[in-house]
């Protein structure tokens, strides 16, 4: 990519950033596209010096508090995960543009709030979910978006980590942070996220099983019913097996054809198989092949396949703040994706029993 000092002086929007673990890696990201990166916020010294290496010229602080105050055009929260929605309360209260990591709510009753709060608020909520705009969900998409698929009736979407037991064990084991205190469902934006997209459809019954009853904290499957009576099986936590340490996989099924994700290594992943047998295709004849993205580039350099969503994702908050374009994913498709985790959940406690996702008034 282009060094900073070639974006020029005028970096457009000013954003601040709140969480610097995750939050570096997209203030970064958030200078390559073009906007000004004013202020950043963690509780840790170390990232906070960190990150006043790497941007010298943003306002350094403990407090998110403090940059309420800045006069920022937007706020990129990569907080918590547990901890997105009273910040973005807050920000959407002073007029400030709210790019949200997931989750967006931890409850039915916040994610009601945040909706309320964003569709009321001079400025915008968008959802950080930078796998519905990964190249293989994309290319799925267009699959279904053009007709080739037909109607979707079977959805299925892995977000899969192949750790060491004892890294997971120290991971979701440790109650000082977000993922051991966090629901086993609960981390399930990546996958529900790109079903929703991919389906235009609303999450509407949720039920949850986990892997392996011996340690059931590592890995979860949710079906869920959503809106177009069709099926969307999700699998996300640590699952052996896979060829990259995080993993996404999506699969389409539908009336006249298969689009899904190759599972393969390296760029592989990143490519569509598509299938449609003879009576289902032009000239009968059976079509099966592997669909390849197309490069993504910016400022004249291609794009590595891991960050194309994060570009795309930072391209769009953008836009949204400087054109008033609308949000890529919005805030009742955020909530509706966070809630999944929420039933999931209550599936859970009450022995995989089926949980309604509620509507979203």
């Known amino acids: 990519m282009h060094d ?27 200078r390559q596209v073009g906007m000004d990166v004013a202020a950043v916020c963690d509780r840790a010294p170390d990232r906070l010096a960190a990150a006043k290496e790497q941007l010298p010229e943003a306002d350094v602080t403990e407090r998110w508090q403090d940059l309420l105050t800045l006069g920022l055009d937007g706020v990129v929260l990569a907080n918590d995960f547990d901890a997105h929605a009273p910040l973005a309360l807050a920000f959407l209260a002073r007029g400030v543009h709210v790019l949200s990591e997931a989750a967006a709510c931890t409850s039915y009753e916040e994610g009601r709030r945040l909706i309320a709060a964003a569709e009321s608020s001079s400025a915008t909520y968008s959802f950080a979910e930078n796998y519905v ?15 080739e698929v037909g109607r979707v009736g079977l959805v299925e979407a892995d977000y899969l980590h192949g750790m060491s037991p004892e890294t997971v064990a120290a991971l979701i ?28 459809a609303w999450p509407r019954e949720v039920s949850a099983f986990s892997v392996d009853e011996a340690d059931p904290r590592a890995a979860v499957v949710m079906t869920v019913r959503l809106s177009t009576g069709a099926l969307a099986v999700t699998r996300h936590g640590f699952l052996q097996g896979e060829p990259d340490s995080h993993w ?3 699969s389409v099924r539908g009336s006249r054809a298969l689009a899904e994700s190759v599972r393969g290594p390296g760029e592989q992943a990143w490519s569509v198989r598509f299938r449609a047998e003879a009576w289902a295709s032009p000239g009968g004849v059976t079509r099966d092949e592997v669909r390849v993205p197309p490069p993504l580039t910016l400022n004249g350099t291609t794009v590595e396949r891991t960050a194309e969503g994060t570009v ?25 994706a966070s809630l999944v985790g929420v039933a999931g959940a209550q599936s859970l406690r009450n022995g995989s029993r089926p949980v309604p996702v509620p509507e979203l008034a």
């Open 4 to 30: 900073d000092e070639e974006l020029g002086e005028d970096l457009g929007v000013r954003v601040g950033v709140v969480g610097l673990k995750m939050g570096l890696y997209l203030a970064k990201w958030c």
């Open 133 to 147: 705009l990964h190249p293989h969900v994309r290319l799925v998409r267009a699959a279904v978006e053009t007709g």
């Open 173 to 200: 084991g440790d109650s000082t942070h977000w993922r051991g205190r966090i629901a086993a469902t609960a981390y399930c934006t990546h996958t529900v996220s790109p079903v929703l997209a991919v389906t235009d």
């Open 248 to 250: 996404s996989w999506l």
């Open 312 to 336: 795309l994702l930072l391209q769009a908050f953008q836009a949204t703040m400087e054109r008033g374009e609308p949000p890529l994913v919005g805030v009742r498709a955020a909530v509706a």
